[in-house]
């Protein structure tokens, strides 16, 4: 998290210390997180969603609040597959483990293959209306992505989701991609046809019911 770290600010009393740490974080537009211990506040350029709670246990603060929050986050009950990771510690869950800090050390990333693919199980059957992505900054790997979703865990039996046919966005944009029909199904899948090629997804909310 030090690469995010923005920078810390010491009150003299502890009244009102919340609404002014959230109002620091607010006037800096680089800052999506801040954390309180004591009368320190801390701000981060770190994007966590609101299902992560690592923060709090691994620096000891005592409480953090993000914005970057999507209700119905089917994302930490799933389990994703893909063929192979590289380098080999970045595996498929580093999209969901709820962190992301402007590096591919936070993001999941497939071996470059033959037509790569992202396979997420939800475990169960959901009503899923929404994406959105957080994708590696140097812009690549999420170029000519076919979605797909349905019931089946073979990837080419299921309808079409949507199609992300552009370039991949910068690391403080999000990608938000909505479904072309309303789909109720348990499997979630990226693919790129194309040789040798890539996915990477640092950080999935996936919106559903």
Same mark, same amino acid.
Request: aromatic share 14%; net charge negative; glycine share 6%.
């Given at each position: 998290?030090?690469?995010?770290?923005? !920078?810390?600010?010491?009150?003299?009393?502890? %009244?009102?210390?919340?609404?002014?740490?959230?109002?620091?974080?607010?006037?800096?537009?680089?800052?999506? +997180?801040?954390?309180?211990?004591?009368? !320190?506040? @801390? +701000?981060?350029?770190?994007?966590?969603? *609101? !299902?992560?709670?690592? #923060?709090?246990?691994?620096?000891?603060?005592?409480?953090?609040?993000?914005?970057?929050?999507?209700?119905?986050?089917? *994302?930490?009950?799933?389990?994703?597959?893909?063929?192979?990771?590289?380098?080999?510690?970045?595996? *498929?869950?580093?999209?969901?483990?709820?962190?992301?800090?402007?590096? $591919?050390?936070?993001?999941?990333?497939?071996?470059?293959?033959? @037509?790569?693919?992202?396979?997420?199980?939800?475990?169960?059957?959901? +009503?899923? $209306?929404?994406?959105?992505?957080?994708?590696?900054?140097? %812009?690549?790997?999420? %170029?000519?992505?076919?979605?797909?979703?349905?019931?089946?865990? $073979? #990837?080419?039996? @299921?309808?079409?989701?949507?199609?992300?046919?552009?370039?991949?966005?910068?690391?403080?944009?999000?990608?938000?991609?909505? *479904? +072309? @029909?309303?789909?109720?199904?348990?499997?979630?899948?990226?693919?790129?046809?194309?040789?040798?090629?890539?996915?990477?997804?640092?950080?999935?909310?996936?919106?559903?019911?």
């Amino acid at each position: 998290m030090g690469a995010c770290f923005l !920078e810390k600010f010491l009150f003299d009393f502890r %009244e009102q210390r919340f609404q002014r740490c959230a109002n620091l974080c607010l006037w800096n537009p680089r800052c999506h +997180l801040f954390c309180m211990i004591g009368n !320190e506040c @801390n +701000l981060f350029k770190t994007w966590v969603t *609101a !299902e992560y709670s690592g #923060m709090g246990q691994d620096y000891g603060f005592d409480s953090c609040h993000t914005s970057w929050f999507y209700e119905n986050n089917l *994302a930490p009950k799933t389990v994703h597959t893909i063929p192979s990771a590289f380098p080999p510690e970045n595996q *498929a869950p580093q999209s969901v483990n709820g962190y992301f800090c402007y590096s $591919t050390d936070s993001c999941g990333i497939t071996n470059f293959m033959s @037509n790569p693919w992202w396979l997420i199980d939800l475990q169960g059957q959901y +009503l899923v $209306t929404t994406l959105v992505l957080k994708l590696r900054g140097d %812009e690549k790997d999420f %170029e000519n992505v076919i979605i797909r979703f349905g019931n089946s865990s $073979t #990837m080419s039996l @299921n309808p079409i989701f949507n199609v992300h046919p552009g370039k991949t966005p910068s690391d403080d944009t999000d990608l938000i991609i909505k *479904a +072309l @029909n309303a789909t109720v199904g348990r499997y979630l899948s990226f693919q790129r046809f194309l040789s040798p090629a890539a996915i990477t997804i640092c950080e999935i909310q996936i919106i559903g019911t």
